[in-house]
């Protein structure tokens, strides 16, 4: 199963950052500001999905949905790239989008739902 940042609703990453670098977006991306990250790795611990690694430069990386792209109306290269197109993106704020109607259609599920982190990714299979 591919696991990746989940962009948690609810992130702990942000919770323990103490230079405000790992935050959360408007809508519901979670992105790590360079410029503020001081490599200290309290928000590698604090994430249970193992998403985070540290660059050799002394900051944190994680997917960011190709925030660059996404800002353009376009797609997160791993969709476009995806040779079996089983991945989707979409507005989960809006019910009536075609993702939001695929995981109600599908009873899709998230992965460690229980630790209450809210995890924005969802899979087709449990
Ligand atoms: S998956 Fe990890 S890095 Fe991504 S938002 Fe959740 S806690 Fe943060
Ligand atoms: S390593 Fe960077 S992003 Fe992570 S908690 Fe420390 S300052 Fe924040």
């Known amino acids: 199963m591919p696991v990746q940042c989940q962009h948690c609703d609810n992130p702990p990453c942000v919770k323990v950052c103490p230079t405000g670098a790992s935050h959360k977006r408007k809508d519901g991306i979670v992105l790590v500001h360079k410029d503020k990250c001081i490599g200290c790795k309290y928000c ?6 193992n998403v985070r690694i540290i660059k050799k430069e002394g900051y944190i990386e994680k997917c960011r949905f190709c925030i660059e792209f996404i800002e353009k109306g376009e797609k ?13 993106f979409g507005d989960l704020d809006d019910p009536t989008s075609e993702i939001s109607k695929f995981i109600v259609k599908h009873k899709l599920k998230q992965f460690k739902a229980e630790l209450n982190t809210k995890p924005r990714i969802y899979y087709k299979r449990g």
Not at 44 to 49: E, G, M, R
Not at 76 to 88: E, H, I, Q, S
Request: glycine letters at 6%.
């Open 44 to 49: 590698i611990a604090a994430c249970p999905y």
């Open 76 to 88: 997160p290269a791993c969709l476009t790239t995806c040779m079996t197109g089983v991945r989707m």
